[in-house]
């Protein structure tokens, strides 16, 4: 149960991802692919919020964890794409997929960014 706890905050922010993607709101954010703007900040904050999980709870190499969080930032990625496809007045799109994962990269490498920051202090 104390594992689940530190994957708490990914699980919340992926139901408010499925949430807000579950309506048309009518925006229509394309202008200068500002869309893909919003899909890099929502699953870099994803996949930092994984990162968190997976770095804690995972007994593997950093690169296994790494792999281990992209890759469920991509699993969870396509499945908010697709149900997108799903809700009326929404649609599925490649491109917006592809900003997700670049997203995903972005957070992994902000949290590890951040751990080396944190283990440096330690030192000091």
Do not use: N
Request: aromatic share 16%; glycine share 6%; net charge positive.
């Amino acid at each position: 149960m104390k594992k689940l706890a530190y994957f708490l905050p990914a699980i919340l922010f992926y139901l408010l991802i499925f949430t807000l993607s579950s309506q048309d709101w009518g925006i229509r954010l394309d202008r200068h692919h500002f869309d893909k703007v919003t899909h890099i900040i929502e699953f870099g904050i994803m996949a930092f919020l994984l990162a968190i999980g997976f770095f804690s709870v995972l007994k593997a190499s950093p690169s296994s964890k790494i792999l281990v969080t992209f890759f469920l930032g991509l699993v969870l990625a396509f499945l908010d794409e697709y149900h997108q496809h799903l809700v009326p007045g929404r649609h599925m799109d490649f491109l917006d997929w592809l900003a997700d994962a670049l997203g995903a990269a972005c957070g992994i490498f902000l949290y590890m960014y951040f751990e080396k920051k944190k283990k440096q202090a330690a030192k000091a």
